[in-house]
């Protein structure tokens, strides 16, 4: 809601009781073109996540997921996983490479 990812990361630096929330259908959503969905394209935000933050960061994330409808504008509303097309094996690959935990909530509107 607030900023980029970098943004999001260097306030949490600053502010040691901030801890970012990553959105990932945001960050997929907010190009407006579909970017941000390969598993590359993940990888290198949680090795960024985990270079500014502290290796140990990444098994505390706070993540929302969902599937999102968007435009040349960004998001537009969530949609139910089944029906989005965020790469969703693509991004459990890479939370599983990096030894990621924490929660997950699901924004699905159904």
Same mark, same amino acid.
């Given at each position: 809601?607030?900023?980029? /990812?970098?943004?999001?990361?260097?306030?949490?630096?600053?502010?040691?009781?901030?801890?970012?929330?990553?959105?990932?259908?945001?960050?997929?959503?907010?190009?407006?073109?579909?970017?941000?969905?390969?598993?590359?394209?993940?990888?290198?935000?949680?090795?960024?996540?985990?270079?500014?933050?502290?290796?140990?960061?990444?098994?505390?994330?706070?993540?929302?997921?969902?599937?999102?409808?968007?435009?040349?504008?960004?998001?537009?509303?969530?949609?139910?996983?089944?029906?989005?097309?965020?790469?969703?094996?693509?991004?459990?690959?890479?939370?599983?490479? /990096?030894?990621?935990?924490?929660?997950?909530?699901?924004?699905?509107?159904?």
């Amino acid at each position: 809601m607030l900023g980029s /990812f970098e943004d999001a990361l260097v306030m949490s630096k600053v502010m040691e009781m901030v801890q970012p929330c990553i959105d990932f259908a945001h960050l997929h959503a907010r190009p407006g073109n579909g970017k941000m969905n390969t598993y590359d394209e993940w990888s290198h935000l949680l090795e960024s996540y985990g270079r500014q933050l502290g290796k140990d960061s990444l098994k505390h994330l706070h993540i929302h997921l969902s599937g999102i409808e968007y435009s040349a504008k960004g998001e537009r509303n969530h949609l139910p996983l089944a029906e989005a097309d965020l790469d969703l094996k693509a991004l459990f690959r890479a939370l599983k490479e /990096f030894e990621c935990a924490g929660r997950i909530l699901c924004e699905s509107p159904i």
